[in-house]
Structure formats: C-alpha cells, structure tokens
C-alpha cells in the first residue's frame, strides 16, 4: 500500500479548494487510535464525549483538563498520520484567554495534539484569534455545542428560524476571521450546513448536518454500535460492536464455567514456552 502523506492544517484547507472529502472520527486510546489511523482517517478528534461513552456520565460538563490530556496523549501513541486534534473540555477556555492560551499549550507540550477544537460562535472570536496568533491551530464548532446542553434544554436540532440560521452564518464567518481552520457543524439542517458550507473557506466537518459539508464526524463508539445509550439518526452503524462483545463475553463465561477454558494447547508444560 502506498505511503500515506501526513495530514496537517493546510492540506485540510486544501482538500476543501480540491473538493476532496474529509473523514474524521473521535478516538480516545492508543488502540483505537492506531486502527483508525490505518483505516486512512484525515482527521482522528480526542472528542470531550469521552465524558459519556468511556466515563458513563449523562453530559460532557465533567470532563477535566487532566482526563482530556491523559486521553490525547494515549491517542497521540496511536496515531501517524491523520491530524491529531484535542477537544478543550468545558471552562477550559471559556473564563479568560490567557487560561484558554494555558491550557490549550498543555495540549500540545504535554499530549502531542496538534491542533485543538472549542465550542462557540462570535463571542470566542478574540479567544480562538489569540490562539492561532501564537501557533496553535484551531477547529470551531458550531450548532449543538454539547458544553451549553443545559442552556439547549436538550440535544435538539439547531438553527431552524431564519433567524437563528443567519446567526450561524455570523458565527462561521466570525470564527474564519478569527482564524479557525475548519468547523464543526453539529445537527444543522442541511440546508443551513450547505449555506454555512458553501460561504466561508475553511472546511466544515458535519455531524448530523447533511451531506454537503466537506468533510464528516462521528463519535466512534456510535458508529461501531458500542455506545446503546441512544441512537440518533444521524449515526450509520457500521457494525455491531456491543452485541459481538456480548456474545464473546458469555462465550468466555461459559467456558471458564464448564471447564473448557483454557484447553492443555492453551497452557504452559514444563519449562516449554
Ligand atoms: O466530543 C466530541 O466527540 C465532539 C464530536 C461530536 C464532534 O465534539
């Protein structure tokens, strides 16, 4: 198999001039990292929803900066190839720029990230433009920002009056002129995605926002069926994890329970390895 080119911030703006599609997907352990990777991800997102499918809390607003380092240093292991990008968890970067500036550092010295991704519109503007100005990279995210779940009241489609839709579309030019290099769009309508898509220059990478964004997000546990919790339509399982653990797991159970586990092959003799 050919060599892979590393992907970097500048080749996603390109892959967006080239009308090239861009495939991203959340990871938050080396294992899972190195398999996406292999599998020719562009974009590999250590996403705060961690806080819900690996810790098991309802929300995001638990995540701290220490889980969010020990997560994207474990991927950072994994991962050659695609853009390694870190999620800044709630308050991260919210209260002051010179704390979003710390923080976000950390990602990069101490976790190997190589850009970072934060939630908001016009008002982290000065934030993300002080960010960029001193090197490091950042992805938007716009629509259901999860971190602002309790002002939402739920995870409902955003963006559905033409007010709010022209709000969006402040909000994306607000965050290119910041500097961002791409943008997450999160349950947008399609047609509201395409509008975004089509006005600014960076990429927007959508989840739940239709088909014409320039690239695609999932969070992983949802597309290979780990995560049951709930299923919303946006998420195409690509396989059925949970029920093969399932099966696997009461196999093994009933193995061990009927002495069939492990067999002489499976055990040491003597001194022979
Ligand atoms: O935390 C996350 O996984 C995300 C994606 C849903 C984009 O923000």
Known sequence: MAERKKVTVPLLIEMKRRGEKIAALTAYDATMGALLDEAGLDLILVGDSAAMVVAGYETTLPMSMEAMLYHTAAVRRGVKQALLVADMPFLSYQVTIEEAVRNAGRF?????????????????????????????????????????????????????????????????????????FGIVLEKVSLEVAKRITEAVSVPTIGIGAGPHCDGQILVTYDMLGLFEKFRPKYVRRYAELARIIRQACTGYVDDVKRGQFPSIEESYTGEQE
């Open 108 to 180: 990069f010295q101490e976790a190997g990230a190589e850009a970072v991704k934060i939630e908001g519109g016009a008002e982290m503007a000065e934030t993300i433009r002080r960010l960029t100005v001193v090197g490091m990279p950042v992805l938007g995210h716009l629509g259901l920002t999860p971190q602002s779940i309790r002002k939402f009241g739920g995870y409902v489609l955003q963006g559905t009056t033409e007010q709010e839709a022209e709000r969006l579309l402040d909000d994306a030019h607000a965050l290119e002129q910041a500097g961002v």
